[in-house]
């Protein structure tokens, strides 16, 4: 998270293992981390928790490490919002969340939207 603290210019106080926030609680961010899977995709479970946790900041952003540290996407809230309607979804037992897919499509990233039968490209959102 130290690339995402800079990019942004904030100082993060980590609450959970995926959870931070900055001083004066006026940025919210989860992070997720995923190995690189074949046909260079990554997968993530967002769940619905980290979701109200992202909600209840004036700004809240997804961070999705692709592979290392040096490969991260952070999606704004208002942008996700849209998204995980068109993504799977477990629901029941302990954890809902939604299954986030991004895949590299060189030289794009883009992100899984099953619901809709495309992707949406999210290298705009890819920390330089």
Request: net charge positive; glycine share 8%; aromatic share 12%.
């Amino acid at each position: 998270m130290e690339a995402v603290a800079e990019h942004f210019d904030v100082s993060l106080t980590k609450i959970t293992l995926a959870q931070y926030r900055s001083a004066g609680d006026e940025k919210r961010f989860t992070c997720g981390v995923s190995k690189t899977y074949p046909n260079l995709q990554y997968w993530y479970g967002f769940q619905k928790k980290h979701f109200d946790f992202l909600q209840k900041a004036a700004a809240g952003y997804a961070a999705f490490g692709c592979g290392s540290a040096n490969r991260i996407v952070v999606i704004p809230l208002a942008v996700l919002r849209t998204l995980v309607q068109s993504m799977d979804k477990t629901v029941g037992g302990k954890k809902d969340y939604w299954h986030v897919r991004i895949y590299e499509d060189n030289p794009r990233l883009l992100l899984g939207q099953p619901g809709r039968g495309n992707a949406v490209d999210v290298s705009q959102y890819l920390l330089s």
